[in-house]
C-alpha cells in the first residue's frame, strides 16, 4: 500500500497553514506527506538527497527570504521528473501564469477549497496541469501572453511588487503584505522602474495599471 501513495513534500513557512494542509493530505487514503519545510533552503538540502522519495512538491510562493518561484525553478533545472504545484494567498491572475512558466505544474490559491488542493496533488501527480478553467483559457488565448514580455526581466520580488502597484496598492500596504520594511519595497520600486525605463514613481503605476487592466479584460 505504502509504494501507491502519492508522497508529498509541503513548502510553507506559516506553521499552522503546513499543519493545516498536511492534516488534510494525511487524511487521504492515496496520498501522504513525507517532509515538511519552511524555507527554500531546508527543501533544497532535502531534495538534494531524498528526492525519488517524493512524488509532488507543494510550493508556497510567497515564502519568507528567498520566494518560492525560486524553488521551482531549482526543481525544473534538477529534478524536472518532479512536478510541482504552487498555492499562493494571492489571485492567479497575480502569478498563475508565472508560475507555469516557470515550471510548475498547477497554481492554486489558498482561499480555495480543501478539495482543490487535493484534486491539484493528484492531477500533477499524473502529469496534469492544475488550473481554473478561466486561467486556462486566457493562457490557451493567442494573444494571452503578450504583455507579460515586458516584463519577464523582473525578478520574482519586483514582479510581486509590481503586482501589488497594478492593483493600487501603496508602498506600506506592499510592505505588510509581504512582511518587508517599506526601505526595501522601495528599492524593489526603483528597480523596477529602472528597468522599464520609466522617469517616476507616478509612471510607473501608470503602467502598472494599464498593464493590470490589459490583461484582466
Known sequence: MTDELIR???????????????????????????HEASNVNDAKQHLQSAASSIDVVIVDISLDGVSGFELIKWLKIHHPQLPSLAISMHDELLYAERAIQTGASGY?????ASDKVIQGIRTVHSGGIMLSDSMRAKMESPDGSNNN?????????????FQLLAQGKTTSEIAKLNSRSVKTIEAHRANI??????SDGNALMRYAIQMHSETTT
Open 8 to 34: 508529498v513534500m509541503l513548502v510553507e513557512d506559516h506553521q499552522l497553514v503546513r499543519q493545516g494542509m498536511s492534516l488534510l493530505i494525511n487524511e487521504q487514503d492515496d496520498m501522504n506527506v513525507v
Open 108 to 112: 492554486i490559491m489558498k482561499q480555495e
Open 149 to 161: 514580455s515586458v516584463i519577464d526581466n523582473l525578478t520574482y520580488r519586483e514582479y510581486e511588487v
Open 193 to 198: 522602474r529602472k528597468k522599464l525605463g520609466l
